[in-house]
């Protein structure tokens, strides 16, 4: 499966942003689908993820009530909706899958996007 991250840009704190994960080559229905980030300077930690059924998310403590995850299965996107932003979501944002059911660990993931910036200024 190809990956192709979209939607990052510069925002104000406080703001929202929308990124888009597309996948072609696999249904990514078939997979769990996860979002992760990398600040500069910084490992790259785990954000979201979805399962593949799509009955379960999973999200980060730094981005919980802030950041929601969906899929839809028609378009073979996922999304990560990411509202009251803060100077430390700043960061480059990649989506990976994994075939594991319910994994969250960045080790379990592959097919990695190249990635979409988001800055956010205080």
């Known amino acids: 499966v190809q990956l192709v991250e979209s939607g990052g840009g510069l925002v104000q704190a406080g703001g929202s942003l929308r990124l888009s994960c597309a996948a072609s080559?696999?249904?990514?229905?078939?997979?769990?689908v996860g979002w992760f980030r990398q600040a500069p300077g910084k490992d790259r930690e785990f954000v979201s993820a979805?399962?593949?059924?799509?009955?379960?998310?999973y999200y980060a403590d730094s981005v919980k009530g802030r950041f929601t995850i969906s899929g839809d299965n028609a378009k073979n996107t996922v999304y990560l909706q990411m509202n009251s932003l803060k100077s430390e979501d700043t960061a480059v944002y990649y989506c990976?899958?994994?075939?594991?059911?319910?994994?969250?660990?960045?080790?379990?993931?592959?097919?990695w996007g190249q990635g979409t910036l988001v800055t956010v200024s205080s």
């Open positions: 990976a899958v994994t075939r594991k059911y319910d994994s969250t660990r960045l080790d379990d993931f592959g097919s």
């Open positions: 080559g696999r249904t990514v229905s078939t997979y769990t």
């Open positions: 979805i399962n593949w059924s799509g009955t379960r998310t």
